[in-house]
């Protein structure tokens, strides 16, 4: 592929603001900060009720573990550099969200701000990018203010003695180096990336503007707020869902409005927001969209960069939102439940236990589709609570073939047109030409029926204009009819691919493939009723960063001239129902 071409299609998306600041900051270094005054003055009356810890138990006061990685410091020689490790691992390290761990000792987690601030001057690689000093500024505001009020030690500038509880000493030095950070920030915020990058600088300012007082506290507080009124109707559309169509970032970026809240709410006394109610009502709107897509099992659906253990769990979220907003999930419904998120494009059936999650929408923002797949018309289905039929999930931030993989049409549950890509994803975070929804809706008999049906122009640009229609249909009982109808003119090969969850077995009979759990009690069978050829070979699924599973991938294959179909049928097995 011409890498001119290639660039140039991607480059086109861009806003004009984009392009002039990446040009900017390819040419001018990063801008360092100013001297932090001499003089830090906390703002009174500023609380925050405690939030949730992500991070799953590291066995130790110094062991982090991050994407299924652990590495152990010894207390007085923690690594920052960690050049062994991914570059998304290092930053996990130097996001600091381990502050917020009731399990690790508060001495130790004091260690390590000091030790941080000993051993990451301002240029650091990793410690000093905009993202990861974002995350960084929110959670030793957070954790600052988790310890006592009024315990700021102004005496001290060397290490002196470390807290041993809560009610600790907060030290003079430790604030001097906030404020830097935060000065910096604010002189290096990303208008290239956009997205939740900018939205995490937003949240930063905010937390650093409440935290502090003064003119440059002021200031950080409006820019803060100016980014978050704005990108909250940027970047969460009217569905509720988030505009990066990823449930993973949608989880993040949804706690990160949580987290605002909990800080204004938590502060009334102190302070005055007009805004706080808007907000409020599009997080109430965010929250219920992801009560909406998440599966029987009460988790995420896989799209787009998503894995679990990154963002805390859907049940975390709610019960968070319920502590600091009053937040109530909605009332379960029975009997048959569907639902069209028109302007993210997931498109809900559920049944019970069934369900399936439909992808038929745009990849993402035009301007930063980096966490994009190739997963138009792409579906998850749950039978009986558990997940059969699954997205491939990610592996890694980094340029791998996991990573390729991951990004790819052949990873996901939709078709692959002449072995080529709906979109043209490329790097680890780029995408020149893209799929574009044609339409998609979902519509109802009165015998319990639900049909859903879609297209995208993904493949338009080959020859004959070829374009993917997909319907699945829902018997209001036990099976699920997919056709994936492919027009336009020429000959072509046409795969279906359907991605089995990695505790699945697969028995191929015929043109059936009878599916199993591990311990072999049979779950449902997928039939080929078109005339293609059918058979099963060896994926890969993601759940997790850093974990890779083997799993059956069903293929269908035909080839001839357009139009061409294919359909099969998902019926669960009698005895499950």
């Given at each position: 592929m ?9 480059l ?5 603001s984009q392009l ?14 100013q001297h ?17 810890s ?8 110094y ?9 152990e410091?010894n ?16 930053y ?7 502050l ?31 993202y990861?000093?974002?995350l ?16 700021i ?40 990336f ?5 939205l ?17 506290a ?6 803060g ?15 509720g ?8 970032y ?16 938590s ?12 907000v ?33 769990s ?6 968070y ?92 549950n ?7 890509e ?6 680890v975070f ?6 574009n ?21 993904g ?9 993917h ?15 994936d ?18 505790e ?18 049979a ?18 699924f ?20 357009l139009p ?5 049928r ?7 129902i």
């Amino acid at each position: 592929m011409n890498r001119i071409l290639l660039y140039a299609r991607t480059l086109a998306y861009l806003k004009i603001s984009q392009l002039a600041y990446l040009f900017f900051r390819r040419v001018v270094p990063q801008i360092s900060f100013q001297h932090a005054r001499k003089q830090i003055v906390r703002r009174p009356n500023i609380a925050i009720k405690t939030s949730p810890s992500v991070l799953q138990s590291s066995g130790g006061d110094y062991r982090f573990v991050f994407l299924n990685q652990g590495v152990e410091f010894n207390e007085d020689q923690m690594d920052w550099v960690c050049r062994d490790r991914s570059k998304l691992w290092r930053y996990n390290l130097h996001y600091f969200d381990y502050l917020q761990d009731p399990r690790r000792s508060v001495e130790s987690r004091c260690n390590v701000i000091s030790d941080w601030i000993e051993q990451n001057p301002s240029g650091t690689p990793d410690a000093w990018e905009p993202y990861a000093a974002s995350l960084r500024i929110v959670n030793w505001v957070k954790f600052f203010l988790s310890l006592s009020q009024d315990s700021i030690d102004n005496r001290e500038e060397d290490k002196g003695t470390m807290p041993e509880s809560s009610s600790g000493v907060l030290k003079a030095e430790w604030l001097k180096n906030l404020y830097r950070q935060v000065l910096w920030l604010e002189r290096n915020i990303e208008y290239h990336f956009l997205a939740n990058h900018y939205l995490k600088n937003g949240v930063a300012l905010f937390f650093a503007g409440m935290f502090f007082e003064g003119r440059d506290a002021d200031r950080w507080l409006q820019k803060g707020l100016k980014i978050l009124r704005e990108e909250i109707d940027e970047q969460f559309l009217a569905d509720g869902g988030h505009f990066e169509r990823s449930p993973m970032y949608h989880s993040i970026s949804v706690m990160d409005y949580v987290d605002v809240l909990n800080l204004m709410m938590s502060s009334r006394q102190a302070m005055v927001f007009p805004e706080m109610d808007h907000v409020r009502e599009k997080t109430v709107q965010a929250l219920n969209f992801l009560h909406d897509i998440c599966l029987p099992d009460g988790d995420i659906p896989l799209y787009n960069d998503s894995a679990f253990k990154i963002a805390l769990s859907p049940s975390r979220i709610f019960e968070y939102a319920r502590e600091v907003m009053g937040y109530h999930v909605p009332a379960p419904t029975a009997g048959l439940f569907s639902c069209a998120k028109r302007e993210s494009g997931y498109y809900v059936i559920r049944k019970g236990s069934d369900m399936v999650v439909i992808d038929c929408g745009p990849i993402g923002p035009a301007y930063n589709p980096a966490h994009a797949h190739c997963d138009t018309l792409s579906y998850e289905l749950s039978l009986n609570g558990r997940r059969i039929i699954v997205d491939s999930g990610v592996f890694d931030y980094e340029p791998s073939p996991q990573r390729a993989y991951a990004r790819s049409t052949k990873a996901h549950n939709t078709v692959v047109v002449d072995g080529q890509e709906q979109s043209e994803v490329w790097g680890v975070f780029r995408v020149a030409r893209r799929a574009n929804p044609l339409f998609a809706h979902l519509t109802h008999s009165g015998d319990g029926h639900v049909k859903f049906k879609g297209a995208h122009n993904g493949y338009a640009r080959l020859p004959g204009k070829v374009i993917h229609q997909r319907s699945i249909e829902f018997d209001g009982s036990s099976s699920w009819k997919v056709t994936d109808e492919v027009q336009g003119g020429g000959t072509h090969q046409i795969d279906s691919y359907v991605h089995l969850h990695s505790e699945c077995q697969a028995t191929q009979m015929g043109q059936t493939v009878r599916i199993s759990d591990k311990d072999g009690i049979a779950l449902l069978c997928i039939e080929n009723l078109g005339s293609g050829d059918m058979k099963v070979e060896q994926g890969w699924f993601f759940p997790e960063f850093g974990v890779a599973c083997n799993q059956s991938v069903i293929v269908l294959t035909r080839t001839g001239p357009l139009p061409l179909s294919l359909t099969y049928r998902i019926t669960k097995n009698s005895e499950s129902i």
